[in-house]
């Protein structure tokens, strides 16, 4: 698995598609892009020094398969969210968004010097297992602030230490291979 940059016009048009689809849109929020991404607004992103956006591929390093993020990056408190869509279906269930997600944090840590990176998810996202898996702890829940088709959900708030994280890579070069 590969991380990278979204430099490309047709990787940025790819990521804003996987990032449009519904059944992804329904458990991001994006800011202003939650109205819908576009490739002009993913590629704005990508110039700012707030966001760090990778395009990540299957073991073989030659197909892009999802996105992954940190976004709010606050170099003077060293912190920043991260969030994975895994774009490409097929790849489901086999630890790819878990590895994006892992490497993402390293580069927040090692690369950015971040000392803290937190996430959410929705309560009935099979994603609080990941961030589980990649040691984040739950520290709060916002209760009814996200509606999925109409209905009211919890977020479940996660945070992660610099000095809690360890990279997956052995774990999950098993889990797909």
Known sequence: MRLTPLA???????AAGWLAAPENAKWLDLGRARRGMSPTLLKLMTQKTDHALRIYTDDSGDRPIGVVGLDHIDR????????VVLGDKA???RGY???AMSKMLTIGFAELGLAAINTWCV????????????????VGR???????D?????????DLLASEH???NGVLGQAHA
């Open 76 to 83: 003077d408190f060293r912190t920043a969210t991260v969030w």
């Open 91 to 93: 790849f489901a269930r």
């Open 166 to 168: 360890r990279e997956l």
């Open 150 to 158: 109409g209905q009211p959900c919890d977020r479940l708030l996660f």
């Open 142 to 148: 916002q209760r009814r602030c996200h509606y999925i």
């Open 97 to 99: 968004a878990t590895g």
């Open 123 to 138: 309560e009935s996202n099979h994603s609080v297992r990941m961030v589980r898996q990649l040691n984040f702890r739950l």
């Open 8 to 14: 490309s016009a047709s990787l940025i048009e790819l």
